[in-house]
């Protein structure tokens, strides 16, 4: 099976390793004796940094997976990119017109011509299986193979407001504890959240930047969502799909607690705040 | 040739200054007039469409601020101008201006007929879009406002006026689509038949011009996909207006039964508008680079597989919509496949380039920029076809500086290279090349200073159609990036002037062109400068493909599609 994060590793390596030795090397004379692996090992990730600085910070247990896909069509279709912009001005500056020298005369129709245009789009199918492979293997982590639950919520989104109730591992309210909370969902770090997602009015969209996690809320369906976060924090959700004039507004938030904090904050809500459905 | 077809010959008096003002230039059936209408419509549209970007990009770029020379907008109204932003430009400024246009006007004087196998149905087809045109205008002016719901028009947001308190507005929209459906409709008819039945002696279909090819694929492709969303845009009418239900799940419709109807013309639509002005490149490029084009056929065949491909995608706009999961890799294969036949068609056309001998006229200028910017279009839609990174990137900037990317590069970037190249043909004069040089190098520049910010703002997060983003601490930071669009785009609107002035002056004080002013090989280049009705004064007889430019022992580089063998070679010519 094609290894995208080694090959990517060792590319990384490559490309940005030099570079980074000879910076560090500046800084600091010591490490032409041999400390050249560490500052190797540094810039391991320098390709990845600068590609990470654009997207938000991933907390998702599988956001590091789409991250990756996403990294290898940049590297697939930023090659061909650079290539073709490159020949495109090449060609354009060089054969500028001169008047004594007539243009060559080629069809493109021979074999051994059109190779030229053929092989390299034979190469970009290949590549297309390649990029179809990883993104389907992404794909069906998130959203095709859900993993068992250990926290349920019912979202309800309506014009301009997302819903959060708490159910039972059966999908069902009314075990004496649920509760429902307005634009805020707090869920514990390093726990699967399960969430059935339906909407009262129009669709809306589910978005969590940080998460890598977007799904369509559509009335009349029950759809099914997933997450797992890794760090603590407080992360915004968007709605994502135009929903009316107060789409732009429609912000939630996951306020995600150390394990600990989310059963004492989950105990208090339930105490404090008794179910209003 | 099907001799059962009336063509304008045998309807229009030879003697046309005869006609009056209005079956001259008004309710004429002269295929070149009808054009010029079409081109007309598209650019009053275009006024519209493009000035609603202004207001757009500033509200964006300084949401607190008032608008100068408008006011202030509030989040109802700007739903509304980005949804009739949307709508005009690509159903009222790019259809009209590729297909109506440069379609009308070029197809028949390449083929060699004398106007369109149905002049008095082309005419037809023009007033119905303009009356689509109308109509949708007149949304601006009803009670609560055109629509708002998106240029997607996604139900249940359309489906009910409660939603978004838009009542008529969002039912004209409705009429002025069906309308505009219908005029294609009928224009792509006519465009095939003509196209296939109305070629003249020896215009072979491998002899067509590229232009031919793309824009005949670009109707069937239309008129075969447009079918579902008429029935689509019925059923929300319905929903409106009669009480029915097909769109409202609480009666047993279904909200995704209208996103599969919309992308499956959606997405073919794309292509649609795409494949004219692809061919608009095809055809500028060898004239400027004197070569014939680099792989005539993969050209031809891939344009088709494109065609073909197109139909099996549009899921690919679906992927998160809560469609069953496992249909999204099938999907994600066939919209990435799409990269293989455009890859083809964009590689002949820098191929075209190799060896050539170029000369970077406006028209070039205008092509080059094209395919360079289009490149960008064609690669970031891999990102969007693969299900996986669509989680992240559905519904944000990303997309939209994506299609930007596809649709600007072949509409105003295919379009103005189109203008600047048959401006001679169309009105008899030269445009100044000056000013269309400058208008190229503002329009180039800052076009890309627009749309690369917002990849930026799409890969930071940022939902698309949001009035403003401030309310999010996750994307405040990106609000830099808008304001560079925002300038940009004043720029780019502002860099249309040296366009506009040109074409103004040169209508009016151009220097007068000759027959074929570029030495190209096609047959429209071959009649007067304006043509005159009925085209041609004997039917042409074609000997070659279009692209015979430095053809080693001819005796000049280029050799027109229906010059004798004889008159090319010299008499070495006869010999072979």
């Not at chain 2, 066939?334 to 083809?344: K, Y």
């Not at chain 2, 001998?357 to 094209?370: D, E």
């Not at chain 2, 007889?541 to 070679?569: G, K, T």
Request: hydrophobic residues 50%.
């Amino acid at each position: 099976m094609f290894q995208f994060d080694t090959v990517e590793r060792s590319l990384s390596r490559f490309v940005t390793g030099a570079m980074a030795r000879r910076a560090v090397c500046q800084s600091n004379p010591g490490c032409l004796s041999g400390t050249a692996g560490a500052s190797s090992a540094k810039s391991l990730t320098g390709i990845r940094d600068v590609v990470g600085g654009l997207l938000p910070e991933n907390v998702s247990s599988f956001g590091g997976e789409i991250d990756s896909v996403f990294r290898l069509i940049l590297y697939v279709v930023g090659f061909f990119f650079v290539v073709a912009e490159i020949l495109l001005i090449y060609f354009a500056a060089h054969y500028r017109r001169s008047r004594a020298k007539r243009a060559l005369y080629s069809r493109g129709e021979k074999a051994r011509e059109a190779a030229w245009v053929l092989v390299p789009a034979a190469v970009i199918l290949m590549l297309d299986l390649g990029i179809d492979a990883a993104g389907h293997r992404a794909w069906a982590l998130v959203k095709q193979n859900p993993p068992r639950s250990e926290v349920e919520v019912l979202v309800t989104a309506k014009q301009f407001n997302w819903n959060f109730t708490y159910v039972d591992k059966n999908g069902k309210q009314g075990s004496g504890n649920d509760l429902t909370l307005e634009n805020e969902l707090h869920v514990p770090v390093g726990k699967v959240v399960r969430m059935i997602l339906t909407s009262e009015d129009v669709i809306h969209s589910f978005w969590v930047p940080n998460f890598r996690l977007k799904q369509d809320v559509v009335p009349g369906r029950k759809i099914v969502a997933w997450f797992k976060v890794t760090k603590p924090g407080t992360y915004e959700i968007a709605c994502s799909e135009l929903c009316g004039f107060g789409h732009y507004s429609m912000r939630g938030e996951v306020i995600v607690h150390p394990e600990a904090e989310y059963a004492r904050w989950r105990a208090e809500a339930s105490v404090g705040a008794p179910a209003s459905r | 040739m099907s001799t059962a077809i009336a063509t304008a010959a045998d309807l229009a008096p030879v003697h046309e200054h005869e006609l009056g003002f209005l079956r001259r230039y008004i309710f004429s059936i002269d295929h070149k007039v009808i054009a010029k209408q079409y081109m007309t419509l598209s650019a009053l549209m275009a006024l519209i469409g493009g000035g609603s970007s202004y207001l757009i990009r500033w509200q964006l770029a300084w949401p607190e601020t008032s608008i100068p020379g408008w006011g202030p907008v509030g989040p109802d109204n700007y739903n509304a101008l980005i949804t009739m932003h949307g709508t005009i430009m690509v159903f009222f400024v790019a259809m009209p201006l590729l297909l109506g246009g440069f379609g009308n006007y070029l197809i028949p004087l390449m083929v060699g007929a004398d106007d369109m196998a149905f002049p008095r149905l082309n005419a037809l087809s023009f007033w119905t879009l303009f009356t689509a045109s109308a109509v949708l205008i007149a949304s601006f002016f009803v009670p609560n406002g055109p629509a708002a719901s998106g240029w997607t028009g996604y139900v249940p947001l359309s489906d009910k006026a409660l939603y978004t308190g838009v009542t008529w507005g969002q039912n004209l929209w409705i009429i002025a689509l069906a309308l505009e459906f219908a005029s294609f409709l009928m224009g792509g008819v006519n465009f095939l038949v003509t196209g296939l039945n109305l070629r003249t002696r020896g215009m072979t279909l491998m002899r067509l011009p590229l232009l031919v090819w793309l824009e005949l694929t670009a109707a069937v492709v239309f008129l075969l996909s447009v079918g579902p969303l008429v029935a689509g845009a019925i059923m929300l009418l319905l929903d409106r207006t009669m009480g029915t239900g097909f769109y409202q799940p609480d009666r047993g419709g279904d909200p995704l039964l209208w996103e599969h109807l919309f992308w499956f013309f959606g997405h073919p639509e794309v292509y649609v508008v795409a494949l004219p002005g692809f061919g608009i490149m095809l055809e500028v490029i060898p004239v400027f680079a004197r070569k014939p084009i680099f792989g005539y056929r993969m050209v031809v065949y891939s344009t088709i597989g494109a065609g073909l491909l197109s139909f099996i995608v549009w899921a690919h706009h679906m992927f998160v919509s809560g469609m069953d999961p496992r249909l999204a890799s099938p999907f994600s294969v066939t919209t990435i496949m799409i990269s293989v036949p455009f890859a083809i068609i964009l590689f002949a056309m820098i191929a075209t380039l190799w060896g050539g001998s170029i000369w970077l006229a406006s028209p070039m200028l205008f092509a080059l920029g094209g395919v360079a910017t289009f490149l960008i279009g064609g690669v970031t839609g891999i990102f969007l076809g693969s299900a996986a990174v669509d989680i992240v990137m559905h519904g944000t900037y990303f997309v939209v500086a994506h299609f930007h990317y596809t649709l600007f590069p072949v509409v105003f970037f295919g379009g103005f290279a189109g203008v600047y190249f048959w401006f001679p043909k169309m009105f008899g004069r030269m445009m100044n090349e000056v000013l269309a040089q400058l208008h190229f190098w503002v329009t180039f520049i800052s076009f890309n200073l627009v749309f690369i910010p917002l990849f930026l703002v799409g890969l930071g997060g940022s939902p698309r159609r949001i009035y403003e983003l401030s309310s999010y601490e996750t994307l405040k930071h990106l609000q830099p990036l808008h304001i560079i669009a925002t300038l940009a785009a004043i720029v780019l609107l502002i860099g249309q002037l040296p366009f506009i002035i040109n074409l103004v002056y040169s209508l009016l004080r151009g220097p007068r062109s000759e027959r074929n002013p570029w030495h190209a090989n096609t047959l429209e280049w071959t009649v007067d400068s304006p043509p005159r009705h009925p085209n041609f004064v004997v039917p042409p007889r074609v000997y070659r493909d279009a692209y015979e430019y430095s053809v080693p022992d001819a005796v000049h580089d280029f050799i027109p599609q229906d010059l004798a063998p004889e008159e090319a070679f010299g008499i070495r010519g006869v010999a072979d």
